[in-house]
């Protein structure tokens, strides 16, 4: 049962414009949320991260945003550059049990120059 | 460069055989996870070892196996290799137990199983 979904697998967008890559979960007790950016041939990268006491975590150009009432979360991009082109992951944790993350399956974003 | 190594890059093997990937963790790493990436999947959790004890177990398969040497570097061994087992097999590491620090991966190590 995967309890973090991706929905889109790949996007594309222009050069300078905004990337939206989104999430789901249906964990309630997820409090912890990562995003990690995945190149070929290499592990993920962590990104950015927001915990549930949080609706917007902020890191340059990358956004989260967190809805827990839907259990949705968002990262944003602005502007895409060429370079942002990679497989995106979120990834969710919750405040008790295992302390493992647990994955989506990915959204590939390429950014067209 | 994340700090955290893998070995081997690539291994390409047969059913019913034994292979064993290793992992390095960053400098002062306590805490080494092993996650498993079938094609189009998601990295989903086999172990967890903190300091050399297992802390946590995930979806990992009996014919699987890890453990976590007192130089802090950890292998995971895969036995009776079905076709099912190829995939991208991923080591991350963090300073703590907490899998919310968790910012440094491998490179990984594609499994081939033919």
């Known amino acids: 049962d995967q309890q973090v979904k991706q929905n889109s697998p790949s996007l594309s967008v222009q050069e300078g414009r905004i990337s939206i890559l989104n999430c789901d979960y249906t964990?309630?007790?997820?409090?912890?949320f990562l995003w990690y950016k995945k190149y070929p041939a290499e592990g993920p990268t962590f990104l950015i991260s927001?915990?549930?006491?949080?609706d917007k975590n902020e890191d340059g150009r990358f956004t989260v945003f967190l809805n827990k009432s839907a259990k949705h979360l968002s990262l944003h991009i602005v502007p895409s550059q060429p370079g942002d082109s990679a497989v995106y992951f979120c990834?969710?944790?919750?405040?008790?049990?295992?302390?493992?993350?647990?994955f989506g399956t990915g959204t590939r974003l390429t950014v067209i120059p | 460069d994340s700090g955290v190594t893998q070995t081997p890059k690539h291994l390409i093997t047969a059913t019913g055989q034994r292979v064993t990937l290793r992992c390095s963790p960053r400098?002062?790493?306590?805490?080494v996870y092993w996650y498993q990436q079938s094609l189009d999947q998601g990295l989903q959790f086999l172990i967890q070892?903190?300091?050399?004890?297992?802390?946590a177990k995930g979806n990992i398969l009996e014919r699987f196996s890890a453990q976590q040497f007192p130089d802090l570097h950890s292998e995971l061994n895969l036995s009776s290799l079905e076709l099912g087992d190829s995939a991208l097999y991923f080591c991350?590491?963090?300073?703590?137990?907490?899998?919310?620090?968790?910012?440094?991966f491998g490179p990984g190590t594609r499994l081939t199983v033919l």
């Open positions: 991350a590491s963090s300073p703590s137990g907490s899998g919310r620090a968790m910012g440094f």
């Open positions: 964990n309630s007790m997820f409090d912890y």
């Open positions: 927001i915990s549930s006491i949080k």
């Open positions: 990834a969710a944790s919750a405040r008790t049990g295992a302390n493992n993350l647990f």
């Open positions: 400098s002062g790493d306590l805490s």
């Open positions: 070892y903190y300091n050399g004890e297992e802390r």
